[in-house]
T-cell receptor, first 115, second 109 residues
């Protein structure tokens, strides 16, 4: 158990819909990272937040957005869903903002299926 | 563009040593990471290199050469539980993480 929690574990929804994925980091960690993993694209970095502020942005679509709240939990919002958005979405946390705090702890993931 | 290459699959025997190579071309460099991922599970952190040389951690070691854009992960005394995918990732100048496709390692008895 990494100490990172994600809800829900599974989500099935239809094209065009909007969903919210939630992540709670390990106690004391200030950074939250979001990743997408699909069979054809591998693991892709989406975005990082550090203490409520956006820190780094990767391959995140405009239809997707994220935020980190004062209690440090984070939410990833996916809208106008397409079949290709079906994937495993992982959240990870680390103590600091940059590579000096390099060890990331991954949550169990949310499996999103868009039908 | 940014690119990370790893072999797709490798096979080794229990008790042996295996080396998984990773080459990268990225926009800047802020560290190289190795992760282990068992099927159906989340990745787990194995190692981090930011300076050239070898980092050893128990049965696992990771090497980095920044001038060659090259790293390897060395697994010694292989065990059946080491059968997993191994992901190489680089953090670039913009603090983005770029992942390789992963190497699926099968350890045979």
């Amino acid at each position: 158990d990494s100490g990172v929690t994600q809800t829900p574990k599974h989500l099935i929804t239809a094209t065009g819909q909007r969903v919210t994925l939630r992540c709670s980091p390990r106690s004391g960690d200030l950074s939250v990272y979001w990743y997408q993993q699909s069979l054809d694209q591998g693991l892709q970095f989406l975005i990082q937040y550090y203490n409520g502020e956006e820190r780094a942005k990767g391959n995140i679509l405009e239809r997707f957005s994220a935020q980190q709240f004062p209690d440090l939990h984070s939410e990833l919002n996916l809208s106008s869903l397409e079949l290709g958005d079906s994937a495993l979405y992982f959240c990870a946390s680390s103590a600091g903002a940059d590579s000096s705090s390099y060890e990331q702890y991954f949550g169990p993931g949310t499996r999103l299926t868009v039908t | 563009g940014q690119n990370i290459d790893q072999p797709t699959e490798m096979t080794a025997t229990e008790g042996a040593i295996v080396q998984i190579n990773c080459t990268y071309q990225t926009s800047g460099f802020n560290g190289l990471f190795w992760y282990q991922q068992h099927a159906g599970e989340a990745p787990t952190f194995l190692s981090y290199n930011v300076l050239d040389g070898l980092e050893e951690k128990g049965r696992f070691s990771s090497f980095l050469s920044r001038s060659k854009g090259y790293s390897y992960l060395l697994l010694k005394e292989l065990q059946m539980k080491d059968s997993a995918s191994y992901l190489c990732a680089v953090r670039d100048r913009g603090q983005n993480f770029v992942f390789g496709p992963g190497t699926r390692l099968s350890v045979l008895p």
